[in-house]
């Protein structure tokens, strides 16, 4: 078997075995983390869920605003796994949660990893054999890969389309071949039904086309990217049918997904700027050296292999555009990237390596000779002209007799390019297999706080994590204690005195909005005694108090008049706040300031269990002072 021009070796069989194996690894171990209890509200809300029901019910524009390809492969997949037990989806989902959430997260492990021999094989047909495998390992370990391929999100699965769209237009770019436009019509079909903005990997084929021009001719390559347009096309309506079923929901949908972007900055996050979000959450996403090498080779690719960077380097260009400009912006969004990152960081490593063999930059030829138009420039791998086959004499020794030293640094460069993620990950996979501080803080509340009472339960998690009132594990209940607040909505007052604080829903970004000090008179007016207050509500204030004044205010309204009773931390003993304190902390304290990337997937070596630092405070004023059972009584409006 080959992949480009040469024979694969042993040791790359070995190699890119061993790499598969490790990211396979890194996505399996604990996958399973807090199951059936699922604390991301994306997962919870989405996917599986509407998985379940894709068949039998019609979705709206907010199941919409996720495209539904992920959601109708799992309904596809549940249907024959709960079909054998005698089940439908709905059934399988309600009566046994965690095979369902399971079976999504495996799909999702699976497909990322996937996409790491598909990237190889792009990438030594585009870059030689050494990038190649460089690029799969850093795609092995990369920590938002990671990460985002261990929960049944589609998110993760995205990037085995953005690889398979590479490799079709690295087949297009060598030879033309007919399969590289069908494999670049698949994967957009397919990454836009999975993730609406992955389409952007149509860039890859449509620059791969347009650089065969000369060599096939204008007739042949319009046809056949006609061809390559059709496949995308049908291959997005059968991950999305909804664009026949109902494409009004579905533009509601990207309309909705739009604004939400763009509707001002995110309670939390002091950046303003795209352009820098994406900038920095490449250097812990990926890694401070990776990112720099992803650089260093884009800027080589433009100098020694232009036909590549003319492939590679504009989808990373026109996506970082259209994604910088919005007002809120998040580290997964920049995934469809990551693939062409660590190619281009692979290149880098490959050319280094180069240099320490005494060869030099692309196989012994000059800056600006034909060289550039090279499609494979490892040594040992046979140049290969986008207009025709390259002259295998000057392509240099092959891999398996360059000097030991040229290997060696090739190894350590990539080790050390890998190890910021890998540490990060492999702590991440570990930490995730312990109870979440939710879990812990369910477990308190049932032990210490009476059916019935009144409590405040600030939006951390899905609300489906509490038991029901007759203490049975059902989990998916609202009914054991009188909650003020679950996540659907929330009953206020004083509008007149608040007026931009009139809002009555409150989900997890709109929590803070709604906060302001004298609810705590409210509280205790109303017998809700019990308040729970996480990290990941008062971490966004205290982030970014500008946004939340009000917010501030109430939390330490609530530090000054409430009793701390109980505090579950997710972080080390000897994990310290600002100025060194150490635990418990205050509302507004912790030792890891917030950040909602970085807090959702656990990646501070700081943890020690997932979750947001989780307070319990007990009002004792008002109707909260009485020795007697209180009553709880929600206001009305």
């Known amino acids: ?73 799992l309904s596809l997949l549940d249907h024959v796994w709960f079909g054998v037990q005698g089940l439908s989806p709905t059934e399988g989902l309600d009566q046994h949660p965690t095979q369902a959430y399971l079976l999504g997260r495996l799909v999702a492990a699976l497909m990322s990893t996937a996409a790491i021999p598909v990237l190889w094989w792009a990438g030594r047909i585009l870059l030689g054999r050494l990038a190649a495998i460089v690029a799969a390992a850093l ?24 690889a398979v769209g590479i490799l079709g237009a690295a087949w297009i770019l060598r ?47 319009l046809r056949r990217t006609v061809v390559m347009g059709v496949v995308a096309l049908v291959a997005f309506v059968v991950s999305n049918p909804y664009v026949l079923i109902d494409p009004h929901e579905m533009w509601r949908a990207i309309e909705y997904q739009q604004k939400w972007a763009t509707s001002g900055p995110y309670v939390g996050e002091p950046r303003t700027s795209g352009f820098a979000f994406y900038a920095w959450a490449a250097t812990w996403g990926v890694g401070w050296l990776p990112t720099i090498a992803a650089l260093v080779g884009s800027l080589l690719l433009l100098w020694w292999r232009r036909p590549v960077a003319a492939l590679l380097l504009p989808l990373v260009a026109l996506y970082l555009l259209i994604m910088g400009g919005q007002d809120r912006f998040f580290a997964r969004w920049m995934l469809p990237i990551v693939p062409v990152m660590c190619l281009a960081a692979g290149f880098a490593v490959a050319e280094v390596a180069r240099l320490v063999r005494g060869g030099r930059a692309a196989a012994g030829d000059a800056p600006g000779t034909a060289s550039r138009d090279a499609v494979a420039v490892d040594p040992g791998d046979a140049p290969t002209a986008a207009t025709g086959a390259g002259d295998p004499a000057r392509s240099g020794p092959p891999l398996e007799r360059r000097p030991a030293v040229a290997l060696g640094v090739a190894a350590l460069l990539t080790v050390a390019l890998g190890a910021q993620s890998l540490v990060h990950a492999a702590h991440t996979v570990a930490v995730v297999g312990r109870d979440d501080t939710r879990t812990v803080l369910r477990d308190w509340l049932l032990e210490h706080v009476p059916a019935g009472d009144g409590v405040v339960l600030e939006s951390m998690s899905p609300a489906a994590w509490q038991p029901t009132f007759d203490g049975r594990q059902a989990w998916f209940s609202l009914t054991r204690w009188s909650i003020y607040h679950s996540i659907p909505a929330v009953q206020r007052r004083d509008r007149d005195r608040y007026p931009r604080q009139t809002r009555t829903k409150a989900g997890f970004s709109g929590w803070v909005g709604i906060l302001y000090p004298e609810l705590v008179d409210r509280f205790q007016q109303y017998g809700y005694c019990w308040v729970v207050t996480s990290s990941y509500q008062a971490g966004r204030a205290a982030r970014t ?41 205050g509302p507004l304290e912790a030792p890891v300031k917030y950040q909602i990337d970085r807090q959702a997937t656990t990646y501070e070596l700081a943890y020690d269990r997932p979750g947001p630092l989780v307070s319990v405070y007990r009002l004792t004023g008002g109707r909260c002072a009485a020795p007697s059972p209180v009553i709880p009584s929600a206001p009305l409006d």
């Open 1 to 73: 078997m080959t992949a480009g021009r040469q024979p694969v070796g042993r040791w790359e069989w070995w190699a890119i075995g061993a790499i598969v194996l490790v990211a396979a690894l890194l996505r399996l171990w604990n996958v399973d983390q807090n199951l059936p209890l699922v604390y991301n509200i994306d997962e919870n809300a989405r996917f599986v869920p509407d998985a379940a029901r894709f068949f039998q019910e019609r979705l709206d524009y907010r199941e919409l605003v996720n495209p539904p390809g992920m959601m109708v492969l």
């Open 139 to 162: 795609l092995a370990v990369a920590f938002l890969p990671v990460a985002y391929s261990r929960l049944a999100l589609s998110d993760g699965p995205t990037v085995l389309f953005l």
């Open 175 to 221: 030879d033309g071949d007919r399969r590289g436009y069908l494999a670049v019509g698949v994967a957009v079909g397919l990454a836009a039904g999975f993730k609406y903005n992955a389409g952007i990997v149509v860039l890859v084929g449509l620059a791969a086309a347009a650089l065969r021009l000369r060599a096939d001719g204008r007739g042949p390559v």
């Open 545 to 585: 108090p500008y946004l939340a004044r009000q917010a501030v205010r109430f939390y330490r309204e609530l530090a000054r008049r409430g009793t701390l009773v109980h505090q579950i931390s997710p972080f080390a003993r000897d994990a310290t706040g600002p100025g060194g304190t150490r635990g418990p902390f």
